[in-house]
């Protein structure tokens, strides 16, 4: 029996891995992580099984004929072929579209989070690679913040710049007194964070504010979303109602005296165009304390006294990523802004506003930032983009314009869907109409280790690495290490890394050394470390050499020079010294740039706008539960949902939804029961546990699970494992943004009569 202990790195932590007789036999957090993630353990049998063991060509596609059977996408058995087969098969593919219909006409699909490693990033390789072969059509933000990442610079500063700078926890500790969290403080989100993460610190941040004399407030349907050691105060909302609630507490403070106007007439601008929508001369509806109970739930007396209380103490507001994630997802990221300004705490230590303290691990943390070199990726000559979440429409209404952040544009033809990292069965919303458009392609060619949605429903699969299976550099942006990653066990003899496959497809157009330069992958990581190395001696330090760190394993950034100063403490103290990057250098409560592009669902001024559909709404009536689909504790979005540490936590290898014992009582549910989640865009199966923290008219369904159709390729088909994205619906969040709109989702449940079918995707599909 051979044995050895080898060095990963993962989007949750850095781990030393035992490997016995060339598997994965156990995994344990670094001496340096006081809180490892248990995610980890995912790896121990989930690196292994599953796999992807040769390239494979979706039958249907293989045989040929008009439409080569489109509508079997995601149904159809596969034909493994070899390398040359299948990499000879892509690259002609390629060569047809793009000069049949022009780059346009390819679809590089994408989503970061497919590695920890700075090289081996797919969407990296992914772009650099396109980028050689004349460029595509792509995507621009994220899932996660498409709608921040919009709103946020034309209100405050860029979203990648307040990541990095915002808030932490040891100043919330420090100056501190009172943190206002809409959507509360998720700690299972901070075991991730993009890059990587060395330590998880969240956790004991929350605790040494709470322990200082901090107070918690949390506002949102769940009482578990903030830790209970925090003592927090639990107030429940109605989803996708914050803003009303927010307008309820400006009135108070503008009609009983408590707003800054010092800091408004400094460093804030637009308040007197905002202002008479508050008191309700604009638009005749006053936004009192009584309007804002009416939408929300939220009692008068509440609602008032947290106006109050805000007033007399440093205030940090913070909202949830899940809050922009909604229709008008815009609105309440805009309004938190105001209100912290109307406050007067912004730049102050522990004060003022933030976003997505807990949604990942970075955030909050006091860890010195530096930009690590990435890979190259050059430049598309194809300006055909499209946001993140439009990939449906993209592929169902080709030459159709929409509008996004202030362009019309127009929905490019697509016709070859390339796609390494990530898993749009996951991230996307309304799955049924998915499958519908992903019928719309001539191609879709996939990179995957295993056999996952996004691998079922492509024409040409290549058998990627996994990260363990390969070595790699892990160095964030967000983190003050870069670690050496091992590679830890032999690939599978069929796999191979993103950057071999695109090499061995640009080598067959012509292209082989443009794309590698004539470096292997270890000379490339050698070239981003010195790079890297550069911009260091430029912020004052020296990197070690490449070998030097690779002996090590790990290096740390030296502290920084100077104290870090509180977020907007500059901006604070002299904004016309240090203004901001808006087009006043202020803070924008009324933007004349977003007024001016004429959207009705974003105007001028955050504002409160109905959305399509909430509790105490007309389709409440037929759909009375409101559905929180939010980030799994057990795995990264739907990575590895197929090891056991993941379905351990299933039931019958279903997902869990949380229900309130009374709305379960009134449907006849029982603990453990498999019941069905239901609206007009689809159903799904899941697991029921009764909840008494959950607000007593919503359900909690994580995301993740993998898209587990009763009858594959069928739109509509009743979906078995608890994807909560068979409900969602496919629209964006506003004309500005077009962001994804998950969290206004209306639902009924009920217990599911008969014997439930398993789950069916956690065997490889039907191969010859």
């Known amino acids: 029996m051979s044995s050895a202990t080898r060095r990963t790195a993962t989007q949750w932590g850095v781990y030393d891995v035992d490997v016995v007789d060339g598997r994965i036999a156990s995994v344990r957090g670094i001496d340096l992580d006081p809180d490892p993630s248990p995610i980890g353990d995912t790896l121990v049998d989930g690196v292994h099984s599953l796999r992807i063991a040769r390239p494979a060509v979706r039958q249907g596609w293989l045989d040929g004929g008009p439409d080569r059977a489109r509508d079997r ?19 002609d593919e390629i060569d047809r579209v793009r000069t049949e219909r022009g780059n346009q006409a390819i679809y590089g699909g994408s989503y970061g989070w497919a590695s920890a490693g700075r090289f081996h990033h797919a969407q990296s390789q992914l772009h650099r690679f396109m980028n050689v072969i004349g460029g595509c059509t792509r995507s621009v933000g994220s899932y996660s913040t498409a709608a921040a990442q919009t709103i946020l610079p034309h209100v405050v500063e860029q979203w990648y710049r307040m990541e990095l700078e915002q808030t ?16 509360g403080l998720p700690v299972r989100n901070s075991q991730v964070s993009y890059g990587g993460i060395t330590r998880h610190e969240v956790g004991d941040g929350i605790r040494r504010a709470h322990d200082r004399g901090v107070r918690f407030v949390t506002i949102g349907p769940q009482r578990s979303d903030t830790p209970g050691y925090t003592d927090h105060r639990w107030i429940p909302i109605r989803p996708g109602t914050d803003v009303a609630l927010m307008l309820g507490v400006a009135h108070v403070l503008e009609t009983e005296g408590l707003v800054d106007r010092s800091f408004l007439d400094r460093c804030a601008v637009g308040y007197e165009r905002f202002e008479p929508y508050v008191r309700g001369e604009s638009d005749g509806t006053p936004k009192t304390p009584e309007w804002a109970a009416a939408i929300t739930g939220v009692p008068v007396d509440v609602i008032t006294g947290l106006a109050r209380d805000m007033a007399r103490h440093r205030t940090l507001l913070n909202a949830s990523w899940a809050l922009q994630r909604a229709h ?11 209100l912290a300004c109307m406050l007067g705490d912004v730049g102050t230590t522990g004060g003022g506003f933030g976003f997505g303290h807990c949604n990942e691990g970075h955030i909050g943390s006091d860890g010195r930032r530096f930009g690590w070199a990435a890979l190259p990726q050059g430049t598309s000559p194809i300006t055909s983009i499209i946001p993140v979440a439009r990939i449906a429409d993209m592929l169902l209404s080709p030459n159709e314009p929409f509008d996004f952040d202030g362009h019309r544009l127009t929905y490019p033809e697509i016709d070859l869907v390339y796609w390494a990292g990530g898993n749009p069965f996951h991230h996307h919303q309304d799955l049924n109409r998915l499958v519908a458009a992903w019928q719309r392609p001539s191609t879709v060619i996939v990179h995957e280790p295993w056999w996952t949605p996004i691998a079922r429903f492509a024409d040409i699969v290549f058998p ?14 967000h983190d003050p290490y870069a670690h050496v990653m091992e590679q830890v066990v032999e690939p599978p003899a069929d796999a191979r890394s993103d950057h071999a496959i695109f090499a061995g497809i640009a080598e067959r157009l012509g292209l082989g050394d443009a794309f590698t330069e004539g470096r292997d992958e270890r000379a490339w990581m050698e070239h981003m470390w010195e790079r890297s190395a550069e911009r ?39 904004p016309a010294a240090h203004p901001l990057d808006t087009p006043s250098g202020r803070i924008e ?37 409101h559905l929180v689909s939010h980030q799994p504790a057990t795995r990264l979005h739907s990575q590895l949902d197929h090891s056991e540490f993941s379905r351990r936590h299933k039931i019958d290898d279903r997902e869990v939804v949380r229900i309130h014992p009374d709305a379960a009582a009134e449907r006849g549910i029982a603990d453990g029961a498999t019941v069905r989640l239901f609206n007009d865009r689809g159903a799904c199966l899941a697991a029921a546990r009764l909840d008494p923290d959950l607000a007593p008219d919503v359900l909690a369904l994580p995301t993740g699970a993998w898209y587990a159709p009763a009858e594959p390729g069928v739109v509509g088909s009743l979906e078995l494992g608890g994807n909560p994205n068979v409900l969602t619906r ?18 009924e449940i009920e217990p599911f009569t008969g014997k439930a079918p398993s789950p069916n995707v956690y065997e490889p599909p039907p191969l010859r």
């Open 168 to 183: 932490t926890w040891s100043e919330i500790a420090d100056g501190g007194e009172l943190v206002v969290s809409f959507g």
């Open 589 to 625: 409560i009324f933007s004349d740039t977003i007024a001016s592009f004429g959207y009705d669902d974003c105007p001028g001024h955050p504002v409160w706008l109905e959305p399509y559909e909430r509790l105490g709404g007309a389709l409440a009536d037929r759909f009375p539960l």
């Open 730 to 747: 496919d629209v964006g969040t506003s004309s500005l943004a077009q962001g994804p709109s998950a969290h206004t989702c209306l639902v």
């Open 73 to 91: 996408r995601g149904a159809d058995s596969f034909v493994e072929v070899d390398w040359d087969v299948a990499l000879r098969l892509a690259a």
């Open 464 to 477: 990627a690495t996994t990260a363990q299976e390969r070595i790699d550099v892990c160095m964030s942006s």
């Open 536 to 574: 260091a001696r430029a912020d004052g330090f020296d990197l070690p050499s490449f070998d030097d760190f690779w002996a090590a394993g790990r290096y740390e950034l030296p502290p920084a020079a100077e104290e870090r100063a509180a977020w907007l403490a500059d901006f604070r103290d002299d």
């Open 328 to 338: 008008h997802g815009e609105q309440p990221y805009w309004m938190l802004v105001v």
